[in-house]
């Protein structure tokens, strides 16, 4: 999907709201509307809309959790795994 080729200026929207709404519906690519050439909005469909809200509650519940691990001294999977690694290497110099 090329953006550029979804962006109508509000006057085109208010003469085609039904019809932009029929396309954005039916083909689930947003439509950025502009008001004095800058881009102002973006209409979405419904679902897609949904999904972003949805994505980005996760998103936020994510950076909580790694907020909160980072601040009570939790440590990150990769540094497990590699102090873990170190430690087979070292025992198997050892026997």
């Known amino acids: 999907m090329q953006l550029k080729d979804h962006v109508k200026p509000i006057t085109y929207v ?29 209409l979405l469909d419904v679902e897609t809309y949904d999904a972003w809200r949805k994505a980005l509650a996760m998103l ?26 170190r430690r087979l290497r070292a025992r198997g110099r050892d026997e």
């Open 14 to 42: 208010k003469a085609h709201a039904a019809e932009l709404l029929e396309q954005v519906a039916e083909t689930r690519q947003p439509i950025v509307v502009t008001r004095k050439g800058e881009a102002r909005a973006v």
């Open 60 to 85: 936020k519940i994510v950076a909580r959790a790694d907020a909160s691990a980072a601040e009570s001294g939790w440590v990150a999977q990769d540094e497990v795994f590699a102090a873990a690694r």
